[in-house]
């Protein structure tokens, strides 16, 4: 409860810290309208189109309703791959054996493209949510499991030795020297898997259903708008920084004061 009472109240300041990433987004805006006046609408539309699609798309409640089944199903994949990757991973770190077998699995998991386990789990499971789930997890899982092994491992010997020595409570040895250690690898993993479950989602609905943000983008795509197709893209990228920015990066921040 204090972690997050923290959190809160620190969030004005965070909020006020993130000027430079905002004058990074200005600045990608002006060189996307320098190519729309390069380009034309057709391959590049400007900002203002792109920005009056998607004020266009939220006002529509069944394009509402397909943004959030993508979310949903991005958000499940992503959960279910920390939930497992955690898990997985720091098992796998307290022992050598686990962690030198799971590498060759790993490095498989690493080197698969997702356009084949799109097409696996669409044989696996057929058209609809749980091929998409499935897909997103199976691309985000092995990024996770990869940072807790390596935030297990790391654990330096010498501190543990010293926090013996001091014969320290065990309740303090888990949050003050073991966790802290393992979330400073860890929650960049989360914010990795993060960034791939939403580039995973769309192209599997793409393939795979025929609803959700993937959808729509397939009926842009026939239809030559490219200032729709750009929009649904923005809102995805948009829903993605909302949830890294402002739910992610406060904790990682919090867990990693630690540092300073």
């Not at 996307?32 to 529509?60: E, N, V």
């Not at 097409?119 to 499935?134: E, R």
């Amino acid at each position: 409860m204090k972690f997050l009472l923290k959190i809160i109240k620190d969030f004005p300041s965070y909020l006020w810290s993130g000027w430079g990433s905002i004058a990074s987004i200005f600045l990608f805006l002006a060189f996307w309208d320098f190519g729309h006046q390069i380009y034309g609408d057709l391959i590049l539309p400007s900002p203002k189109d792109t920005f009056l699609a998607i004020s266009t798309i939220l006002q529509d409640s069944a394009a509402k309703i397909e943004i959030m089944i993508t979310i949903k199903r991005a958000l499940i994949g992503f959960g279910l791959a920390i939930l497992v990757g955690s898990v997985l991973g720091l098992l796998a770190g307290l022992f050598i054996t686990a962690s030198i077998m799971s590498r060759p699995i790993v490095t498989i998991l690493f080197g698969m493209p997702p356009i084949a386990w799109i097409v696996l789990a669409m044989i696996w499971f057929g058209m609809g949510d749980t091929t998409v789930v499935f897909t997103v997890f199976i691309a985000s899982f092995p990024i996770v499991f990869v940072g807790a092994l390596q935030g297990t491992r790391t654990l330096e010997g010498d501190l543990k030795e010293m926090a013996d020595s001091f014969h320290l409570p065990f309740s303090m040895k888990l949050f003050d020297l073991y966790l802290p250690h393992i979330f400073s690898y860890i929650f960049p993993a989360y914010i990795s898997a993060l960034g791939m479950s939403w580039k995973i989602v769309v192209m599997a609905e793409l393939l795979a259903t025929s609803d959700g943000l993937g959808a729509l983008l397939a009926i842009a795509r026939s239809q030559l708008e490219t200032s729709t197709a750009l929009a649904l893209v923005s809102i995805m990228i948009a829903s993605l920084l909302l949830i890294e920015y402002i739910l992610l990066e406060p904790i990682k921040k919090e867990l990693e004061a630690w540092r300073n």
